[in-house]
């Protein structure tokens, strides 16, 4: 049974920084995709950022240049530079055994807890 736990949310000011972290416990072997999404308050959940095990990334327009995805084993880090009140959400960490083009298309299977991020202005 997959659980992926979250880490690393938190309040700071627009400019800031924070770095989001999200373990993976389970068969790790059997997942391809990490990624994490964010759902702002009162709007729908988006992919904000996704790494394969081969080390291809996806970013979303919205903040390529400011965030940055990274992977160590069953661990992935979200860091977010720049931060705006706009990225103010929870923040969900995924996992598939998909690859890039299958989560963009479907999503990820499984899903964290979550972990809220507020940039004050």
């Known amino acids: 049974q997959a659980e992926l736990v979250e880490s690393g949310g938190g309040l700071v000011q627009t400019g800031g920084s924070l770095r989001l972290s999200c373990e993976f416990f389970g068969s790790i072997f059997s997942i391809n995709a990490m990624g994490w999404y964010r759902q702002p308050p009162g709007e729908q959940r988006e992919l904000v950022a996704a790494?394969?095990?081969?080390?291809d990334t996806h970013i979303s327009d919205s903040v390529k240049g400011r965030f940055t995805i990274t992977r160590d084993k069953n661990t992935i880090y979200l860091q977010m530079n720049r931060l705006k009140p706009e990225d103010t959400a929870v923040y969900y960490c995924?996992?598939?055994?998909?690859?890039?083009?299958?989560?963009?298309?479907?999503?990820?299977?499984?899903w964290g807890k979550g972990t809220l991020v507020t940039v004050s202005s």
């Open positions: 790494i394969v095990v081969g080390g």
């Open positions: 995924a996992a598939d055994p998909g690859g890039l083009g299958h989560v963009l298309m479907y999503g990820m299977d499984h």
